[in-house]
């Protein structure tokens, strides 16, 4: 962007500008700005609005009631923000989990991250003024909550994926549901790139805006779709498998554009990956139980984990210390969100005011989640 | 990859070549820890590559592919550096606080992954152990620039000092947030 304008508090021509909280995009979250006319000078994030203290929280409850209130801070991607915690529980108690309820633990991961996605994409369309991206995307993710509610039985907050395996068997009718589901949408996804990917005014709208270079996704600690996006290979499920993820055949999609687009079609690719991992898993799911009996007031051994996953936003953490009594000594999250924060201020550098919500919501930033 | 390395090597020590492949066999002194599992023979490269260039550094695994190096305050900000230009763990993860009340400690510590072709299944825990009464400790953005909002938030959990950390004010917590750090142990919520 073509104005080189230095951040001075005394300027009388900077001005200083609150997005949000209460802005409709933005969603709990604040970015302090510092204007030049049309272009950011200077912003600093300010999130915390949601915080409700869920580290805190966990420390008050014990490994089982835990669950629910776990899966909170990340509605959109519910199943993903409680594997963490659920393979590090298993991980202190040393429980080896039945391999049904390890491929019941990814599709319903994978379900999570296409419904997580999909609004993604949707609110990104909403930003462009793309209003078909916006109805046609949360029209569709409904036959996905439709999906998930016949595995998990609740429509958003699944619980599904619990220490010890997953709540409950899949019924057969969800398997036939499921194939359908995935040869249908793969034929959806299409019809998304034409209309929205290749769409010229799409391109105008969001080609080399928010560049971030590959050495500061690396330096700034960014993960998920924003680091994908930007070169960065970095992918849980292919580093470091967990739940059988290395019986399954996919892809790690990454782009090197490093813009608000690629961001915006990592997450497509990333669908489709996730389309070719349920269709496996579903054909090729094993016989047995899905769940250890684990009571509702589980022993845990002394110890200390650090578990990941790959969720829809990225790396999603637990670091887990256990001092033998029921409860956690020390829970804490670590959200792909608030480590792509940091990015945020790097990106919102001279550029104009109109594409702020094109690159904020570009780095799949979920406020809640952020704020645990 | 290009790794920044713009900081001077701490000593004139050869630094190793590509620690993913070379198993480094002789190293002087093994991790003094029991390792639960057995290792890749690479994952030990990284634990006595570390110990023979910091003796004083504690090396544990907490499990497969995660090791935990143990150090004072003092010390982390050098093998931090280390670990980030000679073995590549560049990628911060996220940083954590403990409250240890009945040892009157507070721990603090880094878990940061690599970019590094063949070594992104790895995450090294950089662990600090701090008086509870004064904690202060160096901050690591300049080491790993993301850790900044990390370290914000750790400073307002916990109470815990980064000196050298450019803004420290509340990230999560309200602006007028006047009690204690509230993950410390002795703070109980409202209505406990």
């Known amino acids: 962007m073509a104005v080189e304008s230095e951040y001075s508090p005394d300027a009388d021509r900077i001005m200083s500008v609150s997005l949000g909280p209460q802005h409709p995009g933005a969603g709990h979250f604040r970015i302090k700005l510092w204007l030049d006319g049309d272009y950011v000078v200077r912003s600093e994030p300010d999130p915390g609005y949601v915080h409700r203290g869920e580290e805190k929280m966990g420390e008050y409850r014990n490994y089982i009631q835990n669950v629910p209130h776990l899966e909170r801070p990340e509605i959109l991607d519910s199943s993903n923000t409680l594997f963490p915690y659920a393979l590090g529980v298993d991980e202190l108690m040393n429980s080896k989990i039945p391999p049904r309820g390890q491929y019941l633990r990814v599709i319903m991961s994978e379900i999570n991250r296409i419904i997580s996605h999909m609004y993604f994409l949707a609110i990104q369309g909403y930003f462009m003024g793309h209003t078909t991206m916006i109805t046609w995307c949360m029209g569709d993710r409904d036959f996905w909550i439709d999906l998930g509610e016949r595995i998990g039985g609740a429509r958003v907050t699944f619980a599904y994926i619990i220490p010890g395996g997953v709540r409950n068997d899949i019924p057969a009718y969800a398997i036939e549901k499921g194939l359908k589901t995935c040869d249908w949408f793969v034929k959806r996804m299409d019809e998304y790139e034409k209309i929205f990917f290749s769409n010229p005014m799409v391109h105008q709208r969001s080609d080399k805006i928010g560049y971030l270079s590959r050495e500061d996704a690396i330096a700034y600690g960014a993960t998920g779709t924003v680091a994908r996006a930007s070169g960065l290979s970095f992918d849980v499920r292919k580093d470091e498998p967990y739940s059988s993820y290395e019986d399954f055949e996919f892809k790690v999609p990454v782009l090197n554009q490093g813009d608000s687009w690629a961001r915006a079609y990592v997450a497509l690719l990333d669908m489709r990956e996730a389309v070719k991992i349920i269709r496996q898993a579903l054909k090729k799911l094993p016989e047995g139980s899905v769940r250890l009996k684990i009571g509702p007031q589980p022993r845990v051994p002394p110890?200390?984990?650090?578990?990941?996953?790959?969720?829809?936003?990225?790396?999603?953490?637990?670091?887990?210390?256990?001092?033998?009594?029921?409860?956690?000594?020390?829970?804490?999250?670590?959200?792909?969100?608030?480590?792509?924060?940091r990015v945020l201020p790097q990106l919102l550098k001279n550029v104009h005011v109109a594409d702020i919500p094109v690159i904020y919501w570009g780095l799949n930033y979920w406020p809640v989640s952020a704020d645990r | 990859m290009s790794k920044p390395n713009t900081q001077p090597a701490p000593a004139a020590v050869p630094s190793p070549p590509a620690p993913a492949a070379q198993p480094q066999k002789q190293a002087a002194s093994p991790a003094p820890a029991p390792m639960p599992k057995p290792e890749p023979i690479r994952a030990k490269g990284f634990a006595s590559q570390i110990t023979s260039r910091f003796p004083d550094v504690k090396v544990e695994w907490m499990k497969q592919r995660r090791l935990k190096v143990s150090m004072t305050p003092t010390r982390i900000r050098e093998v931090g550096l280390f670990a980030r230009d000679t073995l590549g763990f560049d990628h911060i993860s996220t940083v954590s606080g403990v409250d240890w009340i009945a040892k009157n400690l507070l721990e603090v510590d880094y878990f940061v992954g690599s970019s590094t072709p063949g070594q992104e299944d790895f995450i090294l825990a950089f662990s600090e152990l701090v008086a509870r009464d004064n904690p202060v400790v160096p901050t690591l953005i300049d080491v790993w620039k993301g850790a900044e909002y990390h370290e914000r938030e750790t400073h307002e959990m916990f109470g815990i000092n980064f000196q050298g950390h450019p803004n420290q004010s509340h990230i999560l917590l309200p602006e007028d947030w006047n009690d204690m750090p509230p993950l410390r142990k002795d703070y109980v919520s409202p209505g406990r």
Do not use: T
Request: positive net charge; proline residues 8%.
């Open chain 1, 303 to 341: 110890g200390e984990v650090y578990s990941r996953i790959e969720a829809a936003r990225g790396e999603y953490s637990y670091h887990i210390i256990s001092d033998g009594s029921p409860r956690p000594y020390r829970l804490k999250i670590g959200s792909p969100s608030f480590k792509n924060l």
